[in-house]
């Protein structure tokens, strides 16, 4: 699952009997620090199939599934982005004594998302991502630095070919041109590995057969006695 974080601030929070309620954008169509733009449309399909299948989006604390702290009662997109609208229960003590009163300071406004990517194209090094499944919407901490906001797009364990290791390097703003010139050096890197290790192996059936052929002359040379 990807995250990306926005510097987008909490619009508006208040507060009844039993919840607290939150509201703003959780992602926007601008180009991000990354060079990423989430395209207009990307979410529908996703939300259209939350509504479905009547799944619910939860609200999580830094994009962590053991920290529910409330769910989105309704999400959608605008010629701005992706609006939604979320409830956080007071009776959840980690929600009344550590959530709210860091809302109230704005050490929490920050806005997260975790999704994964359905359809994406690159156009002039920028990553356009065409459709999105929607898993999760965060509340994290604002960072101090603007440029620390973006979070790491793909595990470094996840990664299993050159490709993804690619789109990995795009998602942290290196260009084309940066991206090819990693893949190359990488490539160069694997291919002095395998000979190295070809070089090995034949060292290793020379030996081997070497002491076959000793082996056979004390062999011959005992029967010879």
Request: glycine residues 4%; contains cysteine; charged residues 30%.
């Amino acid at each position: 699952m990807e995250k990306k974080t926005f510097n987008l601030e909490v619009q508006k929070s208040f507060t009844d009997d039993d919840y607290i309620h939150v509201t703003g954008y959780a992602s926007t169509h601008k180009k991000d620090l990354v060079g990423d733009i989430v395209e207009a449309g990307a979410f529908t399909k996703s939300l259209d199939n939350h509504s479905n299948e009547g799944r619910i989006i939860p609200l999580l604390f830094n994009h962590n599934t053991s920290m529910p702290v409330g769910v989105v009662d309704m999400a959608k997109e605008d010629e701005k982005g992706l609006y939604f609208e979320a409830r956080l229960p007071k009776s959840d003590p980690f929600v009344a004594n550590t959530i709210k009163p860091h809302l109230d300071l704005k050490t929490i406004s920050t806005l997260s998302i975790g999704f994964n990517i359905a359809k994406k194209e690159y156009k002039d090094g920028i990553r356009h991502l065409k459709e999105v499944d929607l898993h999760e919407i965060s509340l994290v901490v604002l960072a101090a630095n603007p440029d620390a906001t973006i979070c790491n797009v793909k595990a470094i364990e996840e990664l299993e070919t050159l490709k993804d290791v690619e789109e990995l390097l795009h998602t942290q703003g290196f260009s084309n041109k940066q991206c090819k010139t990693i893949i190359s050096k990488i490539n160069a890197l694997k291919q002095s590995r395998d000979e190295t290790d070809a070089a090995r192996e034949e060292q290793c059936v020379v030996k081997e057969s070497l002491k076959g052929i000793f082996d056979r002359i004390e062999n011959l040379s005992n029967t010879t006695n």
